[in-house]
């Protein structure tokens, strides 16, 4: 079986978003398997400005299954470090950006994403990108489904 | 279901967050919808944890409300 590192290796170098999505699967899966100290550690040492930064890409890609890609953050920003690399390159304006959509397992992928990264430090920020507005919003509608 | 949970855990958060981000859950109108959730919403009935952070949200929300001077 590849390891974490293969798997992210591949990511950025595959093409199509299917393979995208099925090796941003894999590195959850990857992650989900390990103890929690030990993902944290993995997650440290795949989570490089530049991967953050290509999953980023593809979540706002709009392609199919782009929610691998914000699960994968959600796990990885567990790393303090991680999270911090991920708010910085956009990623609470991105998963805000898609609470907008009417895909419920985009929106529920984006709230549990942004559980993760808005904190204390942050929160105006979340605030700043209409969060709030965001979050009356889905409240005051019915939801897309049910899980 | 999965969404309310996330959405009142950030509510929560903001909340939390100072008189600014209060006065923004009253001017949303926060109170009114977390009513409404409790009266309208038929899955809160199967979700006792849920609905009880809303009541706890709710009275929260309404003890700031209370304490903002009225114009």
């Not at chain 1, 709009?62 to 699960?71: C, D, H, M, P, S």
């Not at chain 1, 567990?78 to 998963?95: L, P, W």
């Not at chain 2, 939390?16 to 009513?35: C, F, Q, T, Y």
Request: aromatic share 6%.
């Amino acid at each position: 079986m590849a390891s974490v590192n293969d798997l992210v290796r591949q990511f950025e170098s595959a093409g199509s978003p299917l393979a995208k999505a099925q090796l941003l699967f894999q590195v959850h899966s990857a992650l989900l398997a390990l103890p929690q100290q030990q993902a944290e550690l993995t997650s440290l040492q795949i989570g490089s400005p530049s991967f953050v930064k290509s999953v980023l890409e593809f979540v706002v890609s709009g392609e199919a299954f782009a929610y691998f890609g914000l699960r994968v953050l959600d796990h990885m920003s567990f790393c303090e470090d991680v999270r911090r690399r991920v708010v910085a390159g956009g990623g609470i304006h991105v998963s805000l950006g898609l609470l907008r959509t009417n895909d419920y397992e985009l929106v529920v992928s984006s709230l549990s994403a942004l559980q993760g990264l808005v904190k204390a430090d942050n929160l105006q920020e979340f605030v700043r990108c209409n969060g709030v507005k965001l979050l009356v919003r889905l409240l005051a509608q019915y939801e897309v489904e049910f899980v | 279901m999965l969404d309310r949970f996330y959405v009142i855990a950030l509510l929560e958060l903001v909340l939390s967050g100072g008189k600014p981000n209060r006065d923004k859950l009253l001017h949303v109108g926060l109170p009114a919808l977390l009513e409404a959730q409790l009266q309208e919403n038929d899955h809160l009935k199967q979700a006792a944890q849920l609905k009880k952070r809303v009541i706890k949200l709710l009275k929260e929300v309404k003890v700031w409300e209370a304490a903002v001077p009225q114009t």
